[in-house]
């Protein structure tokens, strides 16, 4: 706070706000808000940070004397924006003409503009308004001068950009100014575009701020080049100022040679002179004009006159004909309506020659037609095996000897024996060849597309004579015999004529057990069988012993008589006598292995399947009967001896649990030693003390009931059950399934129960994790890592191995107490546990109530039944008295039961020793805990605690968890 008087002052650009403040005991007095008040009254309070408020008041509170000043509020001026420029792109001037380049400067006259310039636009640029043609008034001081080509720009134009808004001590913003265009005229030779500045000229570039214009200085300029297509000679020229010769023809011509073009090649020289005249009189640039001598190009397509070829011929035009256009070339292509040509291939040929230096393109083939073909002859193809030619020569060579036979033959005269170059035996019926028409020849195509047909192919030439028909496409024997083929004047020649040797077939079956003989008897001029060209036979089938001789000489005759024979037996081996085996008789009942089972309502039930064979210590399970027949050898047809196997040694393998006991006829009977599962498979028999389950318990297995050990090395599915009165161990997981054993419980992987699963046992459970199931055990359970959401009941303790091993939510019954890691979880789940009671005895006080619930019911209903009888006309004494007796017998039970709960509460209200729940993790809040009906709840974490439950006062105690403790019982794996 001060006094005195104060001014705030904003200077005109309200840029910056200042106080100065004079000493005055008449003055006001000031603190932070009347400072404000005063703000707010400008306008700018918001502008001013409540940091400098406070600063300038300290300033002018320590201030002794005089006046100061103090900057309270401050804005922002606007950035300056980037102008519009050009940015220069001058060469230097040619080396040697910078003398020559002085003097045309010196001597070039300022050019005026009238004030009332031209505006210059060039096509596609929006900043040409900045630029001006014509008279004015003009800067004579040059700034920049520098040497420039034809068509060359010069001087590029860059764009302006704005600059950056300001804002005042009121927070209003403050405009940049706009950035500032070129103001340039234009004199001669400088053409805008929206690149830049063009030089129409070669030349100097004058620049003198508002004015550009460029002096034409430069020497003559040319350039000779071939054209596009190799043929023409092309001349570019620039004239040069008046400070340069003019350029000699020769020079042009030289270069022209270099190219290769001679004399012959191009215009007169009288005739290039003229034009490079014209071109220095009205000082303007040519380009690509031709220098040689005028001639048209020429397309010519020439089609053969069968239209099977077509030719395309070109040359290229010269000077100033017409050149050659590959487009008009394309053109006359299709106007001639030649097709198939490969476009690709013709484009890629036609742009090699355009690009050639080559000036005619002869005889090149467009395309080809397509000869039509003529199709294939018709011919006969034979469908049978024609024999050998050694076989063909003697049976012609035996038939013609057979004059008898041969005479009923008419087509001898037209087909003798001497043309025959085939034979074939064949049957009734037989189709001996098939009819193959001529085909029509493959078409063919011309030039244009046009389709030409093919010929069609001559058809096929032959003769037919006895016993053959044609029938369609095929050739048919209507006899048996053989065919013969023969050839004639070009023709094909056919006949079937009765000739067939005799056939044998011998067959030995069951393994040379038995000969077998099928004769065919011979016809026309065959040969015929006889008994020794039998025995021949079986004797190159090796057939020796066994042989029916009457019957080989019995089926000889009835051959040669035309009769067939077939498969009659000719001779026949022994077979060997076996000695019998030893047998096997299973006595016992065995599981029928069927995996449904039908109840007497007719219901299919897949789950209880009869699928284990049980026994007993003594039970009489089958019996080994020694052989009975001894054995004795055989032979086959082929003499080989064969031998009778010995009576087989029965191989048994008996196992573990079998007793052999050998009776006086030599039976040995078998006997079980244990109880469990009787095995017998592949020779082997055993009593197995562990059933094993290779797979999961499902629809496969039905339900495991066994009276030992169970290993299931699976998983146990939902709705199953696994029952044993020994040990069971699960190699997978346990689902929504019923575990019962005598013994012990082991679960490799765990439990999830699905809240349907019970895992009961008389010993202990193990499990790697347990979820939503209902646990009883006599002895411990024993967790690899957590139980959730479970029933547990056990008269050892919960022990969990894993380092995060937990039991949360669920309730928890241990006898001797819990050692686990941690308890509840961090969502504060309801978790109940409770110890040192013996909850074998809580079960029995509950089953004792229920049978005593179901004996006072039967009391009341006897009573119910006594007061009818009473009340009714016709009282039966002996019937009352019978209903008395049975009410007394129970209320007597409920009296021995109701003793008997006192027993067992007494037994489960004592406490048990040593029992404590040992927490090496968290206690989470949430977590009940209870002992003899006494409860503790836990109400915040807390880490390494053990509970138990002090008899003295009746409550449940709670101390630090010390792992060095020796009554904390290292009963953990990791501990």
Same mark, same amino acid.
């Given at each position: ?43 700018i309070i918001q502008w001013v940070p409540k940091a400098k408020i406070a600063e300038a008041l300290l300033f002018f509170e320590e201030m002794k004397k005089g006046e100061d000043h103090f900057i309270l509020a401050s804005g922002k001026l606007p950035g300056e924006p980037e102008d519009e420029k050009l940015e220069w792109k001058l060469m ?37 308004s900045s630029f001006s043609r014509g008279s004015h008034e003009i800067n004579q001081g040059l700034i920049k001068t520098g040497w420039t080509k034809a068509n060359d720009v010069f001087a590029a134009i860059k764009s302006g950009k704005p600059g950056t808004p300001g804002f005042d001590v009121f927070g209003r913003s403050i405009a940049s ?74 020079? =042009? ?598 049978? =005593? ?123």
């Amino acid at each position: 706070m001060f006094f005195g008087i104060l001014d705030i002052q904003i200077e005109p650009l309200q840029i910056y706000a200042s106080l100065s403040k004079t000493d005055s005991n008449s003055g006001e007095r000031w603190d932070e808000g009347s400072f404000k008040k005063r703000l707010e009254e400008l306008g700018i309070i918001q502008w001013v940070p409540k940091a400098k408020i406070a600063e300038a008041l300290l300033f002018f509170e320590e201030m002794k004397k005089g006046e100061d000043h103090f900057i309270l509020a401050s804005g922002k001026l606007p950035g300056e924006p980037e102008d519009e420029k050009l940015e220069w792109k001058l060469m230097a001037i040619p080396k040697g003409l910078e003398k020559q380049a002085e003097e045309a400067l010196e001597k070039a006259a300022l050019p005026r503009i009238p004030k009332q310039a031209e505006q210059v636009k060039a096509k596609g640029f929006d900043k040409a308004s900045s630029f001006s043609r014509g008279s004015h008034e003009i800067n004579q001081g040059l700034i920049k001068t520098g040497w420039t080509k034809a068509n060359d720009v010069f001087a590029a134009i860059k764009s302006g950009k704005p600059g950056t808004p300001g804002f005042d001590v009121f927070g209003r913003s403050i405009a940049s100014r706009k950035p500032e265009k070129i103001k340039v005229h234009l004199g001669e030779n400088v053409v805008l575009t929206p690149k830049g500045l063009v030089a129409e000229k070669s030349g100097i570039v004058r620049f003198a701020g508002d004015w550009v214009d460029i002096i034409f200085f430069s020497p003559p300029d040319f350039e000779v080049k071939k054209s596009k297509d190799k043929v023409n000679c092309l001349l570019d020229y620039s004239p040069g100022s008046a400070q340069f010769k003019h350029l000699t023809i020769k020079a =042009i011509l030289d270069h022209c040679s270099a190219l290769g073009f001679d004399s012959n090649d191009l215009l007169p020289e009288s005739s290039i002179q003229e034009i490079i005249q014209e071109a220095d009189e009205k000082q303007k640039a040519i380009k690509d004009v031709p220098l040689c001598e005028n001639k048209d190009a020429k397309v010519d397509i020439i089609i053969s006159e069968d239209k099977m070829k077509a030719i395309l011929n070109l040359e290229k035009g010269k000077g100033r004909g017409i050149p050659l256009r590959l487009q008009e070339v394309s053109q006359k292509i299709i106007d001639s309506g030649v097709k198939g040509f490969q476009k690709d291939v013709l484009k890629n040929d036609l742009l090699a020659f355009y690009n050639s230096e080559e000036l005619v393109l002869s005889d090149y083939i467009l395309c080809e037609g397509k000869v039509p073909q003529k199709g294939e002859d018709g011919r006969l193809e034979f469908t049978t095996s024609f024999v050998s030619p050694k076989s063909l020569e003697t049976i012609i060579k035996v038939s013609s000897q057979q004059a008898e036979e041969l005479g009923g033959i008419k087509s001898l005269s037209d087909f003798p024996l001497n043309l025959v170059k085939k034979i074939a035996e064949v049957d009734k019926d037989n189709i001996v060849a098939e009819l193959i028409r001529p085909s029509s020849g493959t078409p063919g195509k011309d030039v244009q597309g046009k389709i030409l047909q093919g010929e069609l192919g001559n058809v096929a030439s032959f003769m037919i004579y006895e016993n053959i028909e044609i029938k369609g496409q095929n050739i048919i024997a209507t006899k048996k015999g053989i065919l013969e083929v023969g050839q004639k004047d070009g023709k094909i020649l056919l006949r079937v004529r009765k000739h067939r040797d005799f056939e044998a077939q011998i067959v030995l079956k069951d393994e040379n057990m038995e000969a077998l003989v099928t004769l065919f008897p011979s016809e026309g001029t065959g040969k015929m069988i006889n008994s020794e060209l039998l025995k021949h036979l079986l004797a190159l089938h090796k057939v020796t012993k066994g042989i029916n001789y009457p019957k080989l000489e019995e089926i000889v005759l009835r051959c040669q008589e035309g009769e067939m024979i077939r498969r009659e037996s000719i001779a026949q081996g022994l077979s060997p006598t076996d000695g019998s085996p030893w047998k096997w008789l299973i006595k016992k009942q065995l599981a029928t292995g069927s995996r449904v089972n039908i109840s007497a309502t007719g219901k299919a039930d897949f789950r209880s399947q009869d699928r284990i064979t049980l026994v007993r210590p003594g039970e009489f399970l089958g019996e080994i009967h020694p052989p009975e027949i001894e054995p004795k050898d055989g032979w086959d047809v082929t003499g080989r001896i064969l031998k009778a196997k010995a009576s087989q040694t029965l191989v048994l393998d008996l196992g573990e649990g079998i007793e052999k006991k050998e009776e006086q006829d030599g039976i040995i009977k078998l006997y079980s030693q244990l109880e469990g599962e009787l095995y017998h498979e592949h020779g082997k028999m055993e009593v197995r003390k562990v059933h094993v389950v290779k797979g999961d318990v499902g629809n496969k297995t039905g339900h495991i009931q066994f009276n030992g050990n169970v290993r299931v090395e699976g998983n146990v599915l939902d709705g199953f059950k696994v029952i044993a009165q020994g040990n069971i161990y699960i190699t997978g997981t346990v689902q929504a399934a019923l575990i019962s054993a005598e013994g012990d419980i082991t679960v490799e992987k765990g439990i999830a129960g699905a809240e349907k699963a019970i895992i009961r046992s008389k010993g202990s459970i193990t499990a790697q994790f347990v979820q939503d199931a209902t646990l009883l055990a006599v002895e411990n359970i024993i967790l690899g890592k957590s139980a959730l959401r479970c029933q547990i009941k056990c008269n050892g303790k919960v022990i969990t191995h894993h380092e995060k091993g937990a039991l949360i939510g669920g309730s928890i019954k241990a006898k001797m107490g819990c050692e686990v890691n941690n308890i509840g979880a961090i969502s504060g789940v309801k978790t109940e546990i409770s110890f040192g009671q013996d909850y074998l005895f809580g079960d029995q006080i509950e089953n004792e109530e229920r049978e =005593i619930q179901k004996l006072q019911m039967g009391v009341l209903k006897i009573a119910k039944e006594m007061h009818e009888m009473e009340t009714s006309g016709h009282r039966n004494m002996e019937a009352l008295t019978g209903k008395r007796q049975e009410k007394f017998q129970l209320l007597k039970l409920i009296e021995k039961r109701k003793h008997r709960m006192i027993f067992l509460k007494e037994k489960f209200d004592q406490h048990v020793e040593g029992s404590e729940l040992h927490v090496s993790g968290i206690a989470y809040s949430g977590v009940v805990i209870e002992s003899h009906q006494r409860y503790k709840h836990v109400e915040q974490d807390i880490r390494m605690v053990a509970y138990f439950f002090d008899q003295k006062t009746g409550k449940i105690g709670e101390k630090p968890l010390v792992i060095g403790d020796p009554k904390y019982k290292k009963t953990r794996k990791d501990s």
